[in-house]
């Protein structure tokens, strides 16, 4: 990353947290196909909200950094990985910084006449320790979403 002179960004005297965003700032997220990769495990990064592109409806975009630095975007539009991790995010089970496993696992012979058949997945999540914060009034604020 660059300034506007051209010049690499200078990271001196940044907090860990701070170089840590201008990474993830730099990541090229690819879209998730799981013929490619049928699973992976890594660090929900971000979430997009109502995403309406691809002409599959309004969904989430889960931004996802992988062990090997590599990240990947899951568009949530098919109906079962959305029932698995919609309610998670509302019950706030998942957020930013808590780790996340998804497997594709293979598509399933719908059971409503004249559907498609069904992309099968299992999510997996284990929610991080919140990272404690100190607001400017000295006061401690818990909170990793």
Same mark, same amino acid.
Not at 43 to 59: F, K, P, Q, V
Not at 90 to 102: S, T
């Given at each position: 990353?660059t300034d506007e002179?051209?010049?690499?960004? +200078?990271?001196?005297? =940044?907090?860990?947290?701070?170089?840590?965003?201008?990474? !993830?700032?730099?990541?090229?997220?690819?879209?998730?196909?799981?013929? +490619?990769?049928?699973?992976?495990?890594?660090?929900?990064?971000? *979430? #997009?909200? +109502?995403?309406?592109?691809?002409?599959?409806?309004?969904?989430?975009?889960?931004?996802?950094?992988?062990?090997?630095? #590599?990240?990947?975007?899951?568009?949530?539009? /098919?109906?079962?990985?959305?029932?698995?991790?919609?309610?998670? =995010?509302?019950? @706030?089970? =998942?957020?930013?910084? +808590?780790? *996340? #496993?998804?497997? /594709?696992? @293979?598509? !399933?012979?719908?059971?409503?006449?004249?559907?498609?058949?069904?992309?099968?997945?299992?999510?997996?999540?284990?929610?991080? !320790?919140?990272?404690?914060?100190? =607001?400017?009034?000295?006061?401690?604020?818990?909170?990793?979403?």
């Amino acid at each position: 990353m660059t300034d506007e002179s051209g010049k690499p960004f +200078d990271r001196r005297g =940044l907090s860990d947290e701070m170089k840590s965003m201008l990474d !993830q700032s730099e990541t090229n997220y690819v879209g998730w196909n799981p013929e +490619d990769m049928p699973q992976f495990v890594g660090t929900l990064s971000d *979430i #997009a909200e +109502d995403c309406d592109c691809g002409g599959y409806g309004s969904h989430k975009i889960l931004f996802v950094d992988l062990p090997n630095g #590599a990240g990947v975007a899951v568009h949530v539009f /098919h109906t079962t990985l959305r029932s698995q991790i919609e309610p998670k =995010l509302k019950a @706030g089970r =998942l957020g930013i910084g +808590d780790l *996340i #496993a998804i497997s /594709h696992l @293979g598509t !399933q012979e719908s059971r409503v006449k004249g559907h498609n058949d069904m992309n099968m997945y299992r999510v997996v999540t284990r929610p991080q !320790q919140p990272k404690t914060r100190y =607001l400017p009034t000295g006061e401690v604020e818990y909170d990793n979403r």
